[in-house]
């Protein structure tokens, strides 16, 4: 990790977003002083941790446009424990028309009115692009899917429809089986009676007496 203050954003911010008046941008960082604002702006001097945090707050901008890392990304993430403080001793200034010139208590970095802005190099994470992918992908997934379930009823109804004309083809054969066989058996009979109508008879002689 190598943590650099980026002299140059607040010149290029201010570049970005022309229609913001000065006085909205001193309010929102929490000074009266222009001659101030003109040096931030300058690179002269860095601006203060919580002059930069009102600011950050105030137009919704990461911190990281200040306070860059330009060494390795760092690998873990440092959380607040259940003691930290996020208010100096005594407190914030919660009046600004009322703060004293020189007066040490500075404002309250949350204590701001959000407003959008225009901020300059911004690059869209990858993580972002991965999920505008997957979106696209997971919605054309689910066009393919309904498409293919109603191929799939589709297809589900023509089989339903063939094997109902397979089996009533299969029936009538049965039928016709069935017929063929009760007028084997008729024919069979008939014969077989008419076998029995020409069967030559023997007859017997008696014997004279």
Known sequence: ?????????LSEWMEANKKISINTILQAIGTKSNNSLRMWEQGQCAMPVIGILRFCNSFQI??????CNTGEPCPTE??????????????YT????????????????????????????????????ETEVVCRANQTEKSN???DVYKLIELQKKQAENTACYISQQQKMLDIIVKQQEEIDRLTKLLQEEKERNKPRGYSIAAEP
């Open 1 to 9: 990790m190598q943590y650099q203050y980026n002299y140059s954003f």
């Open 62 to 67: 990461p911190i990281s446009a200040f306070l």
């Open 78 to 91: 440092v959380n607040p424990s259940e003691t930290a403080l996020f208010e100096p001793e005594g407190g």
């Open 94 to 129: 919660t009046d600004m028309a009322q703060r004293q010139p020189g007066e040490r208590r500075p404002l309250s970095p949350t204590d701001v009115t959000p407003t959008q802005s225009v901020i300059p190099n911004v690059e869209t994470s990858i993580e972002e692009n």
């Open 145 to 147: 899917n309904n498409v």
